[in-house]
């Protein structure tokens, strides 16, 4: 980003924002699959058509999708897949994130309590105390 103008910070900074929503992570990640229709991906995200729509259009006016018609139906596909390789970047950065905090959030956790095992009743022999 070095020696980057303004404006193409601005851009920088939309692209990225378009990747700052789960369901448009969610959507990215069916499309890695396979390119699909507004219908099949509302009903893979558990959203409306109406919903997912918007969704694309933001992810297709950042270059992140492309939109194909064929008859009454979209269908999307990624537009470049480096796309991924920035996720998988991130989802690794975080996961080493997470292992290194691991020690330190475990101070917070209450221990576990241990388990008694069961006695048996008094005046009752266990079984190791029958000798005869």
Request: with cysteine; proline share 5%; glycine share 6%.
């Amino acid at each position: 980003m070095e020696g980057l103008s303004d404006d193409a910070l601005v851009q920088v900074a939309a692209y990225f924002q378009a990747l700052a929503e789960p369901t448009r992570l969610q959507i990215l990640n069916f499309l890695r699959q396979q390119e699909r229709n507004v219908g099949e991906l509302a009903q893979l995200c558990g959203y409306s058509s109406a919903n997912i729509s918007r969704h694309l259009t933001l992810l297709t006016q950042h270059g992140l999708v492309l939109r194909e018609t064929r008859g009454n139906s979209a269908y999307f596909r990624i537009a470049d897949a480096a796309v991924y390789e920035l996720c998988d970047l991130v989802c690794g950065n975080i996961a080493r994130q997470f292992e290194r905090t691991a020690p330190k959030r475990a101070a917070f956790v209450a221990p576990a309590k241990r388990r008694r095992r069961p006695r048996s009743p008094a005046g009752l022999a266990g079984p190791s105390s029958e000798r005869g």
